[in-house]
């Protein structure tokens, strides 16, 4: 398993952002892999945007399937400070931070796109997501897990 760090300057803060990923690929965006399933969820730790009152962690989920599938992603970690609020789109929603779960169509071949919406409002803290998304068809299993930290930069 390979494991990234990012720092970057964000207005009058630091974000630190740690992610995993199990494969060796260059940083950026991965491309879907070749392997067996019906689907992969990729979380991509070097593609975010933001400012000290909001942050996006953005990912894929790529169909390698000639059928169409059904996908429900769920948030099952959300740990973060209280001041702290997350949310998290996929595919064609963006969800309130009160809802965990989502189901949506995904089309053979195609890739929906996915992201944590984090909205640290200015104080620091950590943050540590972890998602699952099951195919209801088959019942494949892929999932991602992603932590920032974030400080004043005084």
Known sequence: MQIKKLLLLVMSGLLIFTGCEDSDEPEGKVDPPVSQGNFHFVQHETT???????VVLHGDIYS???SALSIT???VKNQIPDSWSSAFCVGPACLPPFLNDFTFSLAPGDTALF???TYPNAEPGQGSWTFVAV???TME????SASMDWSSAN
């Open 48 to 54: 975010y945007s933001g400012s000290n009152e909001f």
């Open 64 to 66: 390698l399937s000639d």
């Open 73 to 75: 992603v769920t948030r």
């Open 115 to 117: 992201s944590i919406d």
């Open 135 to 137: 195919d209801s068809s």
């Open 141 to 144: 299993i892929d999932s991602v």
